[in-house]
């Protein structure tokens, strides 16, 4: 079972080693965003719980992560693909750079007007990220693949989580989150219809992943993974936009913006 459970995790992390960017010692791949977000947002989180000497802790807690990492989930457990030895300081920096760039964008957006907008991409783009890194796309027309992730489904997931937790967080102020979110649903679900067949039916384009089917109407090509997916979607964005917006006013009212 433990075996099994490791082999899970390999399996599903395995695309986050991917090189994007590399020049002699340096170099950048999938796993560098992770460190990136990690670091932001646990400098968010500290700075929302007051805690001192935030910039202090935030390098303890990326460094003591690397060094757990380094020895124990990788050398020891093989969890993760093994690394250069200078990924260790380059995910230290990635992750203090990531800390660094949310204190830049909130003295920046001191007066508020660009964080919604901010908790909706940034939250949009994270279940983005996951979910096309871990499901992997796979079109019929080479144009829409790429290496390492999909850069289409991402960029297309991205900008639609975007737009449902704004029109979500848009309803809200008119109706019950419950009421709210259902319409969003609904919309959503006519949007995606209306698009899918646009691009099935006039260029086509379709996922052939293996084991790929219609989900209805003969478009929403995908597995059953990507079926529930894309049914439920929007619970995911609005749900994390949710957390990323509370999140964000902590901050906020820490900070005493």
């Not at 067949?197 to 090509?221: C, D, H, M, R, W």
């Amino acid at each position: 079972m433990h075996e099994l459970y490791l082999q899970y995790i390999r399996s599903h992390t395995n695309w986050l080693s991917c090189v994007i960017f590399e020049y002699k010692w340096f170099y950048y791949d999938l796993w560098s965003l992770v460190h990136i977000w990690s670091g932001a947002m646990i400098f968010v989180l500290l700075t929302a719980n007051k805690y001192k000497k935030r910039w202090l802790k935030l390098l303890l807690l990326v460094s003591l992560f690397e060094v757990y990492e380094a020895t124990i989930a990788i050398g020891i457990f093989r969890i993760f693909a093994p690394e250069k030895s200078i990924d260790v300081v380059n995910d230290i920096v990635n992750g203090m750079l990531g800390g660094y760039l949310m204190y830049i964008f909130f003295k920046w957006n001191d007066k508020r007007i660009f964080k919604v907008w901010f908790a909706a991409f940034l939250s949009s783009f994270s279940m983005a990220y996951i979910w096309v890194g871990s499901h992997g796309y796979n079109y019929n027309i080479p144009f829409f693949n790429s290496q390492c992730i999909n850069w289409w489904a991402l960029i297309c997931w991205t900008l639609a989580g975007t737009g449902i937790s704004l029109l979500f967080n848009t309803l809200k102020d008119k109706m019950n989150q419950f009421n709210s979110l259902i319409t969003t649903w609904l919309i959503y679900l006519v949007l995606l219809i209306i698009i899918e067949s646009i691009a099935y039916f006039i260029f086509p384009i379709k996922e052939i992943s293996k084991g790929t089917t219609p989900l209805v109407f003969n478009i929403i090509q995908g597995n059953s993974e990507l079926h529930v997916f894309y049914t439920i979607v929007p619970i995911y964005f609005t749900t994390v936009f949710i957390v990323f917006l509370s999140l964000f006013n902590k901050y906020e009212k820490a900070q005493g913006i």
